[in-house]
């Protein structure tokens, strides 16, 4: 077990590209969350996957972010047309509950997305 | 909404002594609570947790003390080691019944430096 790894580690683009960020959680963990970490800030909750069904989104998740889970494994986080307020780290975690409905599961996460836009 | 408000950092103390990183929340339900560390160049892992009133979570020498009257979770180490140096972060996720189960919210992160 190798731990929840995304990829790249750091992005830097210019403002209006589109960035995708990919993110492979342990595998056989059901549940999986993104995360964005601006400096100086705790973690901020951006969308929740439970297998391949995207169940939450947060308000800060605007039209120009989307997230998938295709086969219930890895998933991916596309922003389009960045600005560069969207600079920060992004986080990925994943969790495998030992009951359903549990808010209790240790989530283990890997080792964010430096994302900078110039 | 939730929310988790961690005393103001940085906090720098001399190995050997004691720790206290105060932390509070407000949040409907009930919430099971978590602190998280960060060291340099590391990604976020759990430190402990308590899941219910009264709990005590504990790891590595932290404690922290689950209090529903206060609505506190306060992480406290009784002699701190130059290794402990990293970011704390408190969280809470909502509790059962609710659909954002698991769902972290994060309180802002306090720096721990000890110094030898």
């Known amino acids: 077990d190798t731990g929840v790894s995304q990829n790249p580690r750091h992005k830097i683009t210019k403002r209006g590209q589109n960035v995708t960020f990919r993110c492979d959680p342990i595998?056989?963990?059901?549940?999986l969350y993104w995360y964005r970490q601006t400096l100086g800030q705790g973690p901020e909750f951006l969308t929740y996957?439970?297998?391949?069904?995207?169940?939450?989104k947060s308000r800060l998740l605007s039209d120009r972010f989307s997230a998938e889970r295709p086969k219930g494994s890895f998933s991916t986080l596309e922003i389009q047309r960045t600005e560069q307020g969207d600079s920060a780290m992004y986080l990925c975690?994943?969790?495998?509950?030992?009951?359903?409905?549990?808010?209790?599961?240790?989530?283990?996460f890997g080792p964010g997305t430096r994302l900078t836009v110039l | 909404g939730n929310s988790v408000t961690q005393m103001e950092g940085p906090v720098t103390l001399s190995e050997e002594a004691f720790l206290t990183i105060n932390c509070t929340y407000t949040a409907t339900g009930y919430p099971s609570l978590f602190w998280y560390v960060q060291y340099p160049g590391e990604g976020l892992q759990l430190l402990l947790k308590?899941?219910?009133?009264?709990d005590k979570g504990s790891n590595k020498g932290f404690e922290a003390t689950y209090r529903k009257e206060t609505t506190s979770f306060h992480l406290e180490k009784g002699s701190v080691q130059v290794s402990d140096s990293a970011v704390y972060f408190c969280?809470?996720?909502?509790?059962?019944?609710?659909?954002?189960?698991?769902?972290?919210?994060f309180g802002q992160g306090t720096i721990l430096t000890v110094h030898p």
């Open positions: 975690a994943s969790s495998l509950p030992r009951l359903a409905g549990s808010s209790t599961d240790t989530q283990y």
């Open positions: 969280a809470l996720s909502r509790g059962a019944g609710g659909t954002s189960y698991g769902k972290l919210t």
């Open positions: 996957f439970q297998n391949e069904a995207q169940l939450e």
């Open positions: 595998s056989e963990h059901n549940r």
């Open positions: 308590a899941t219910k009133a009264d």
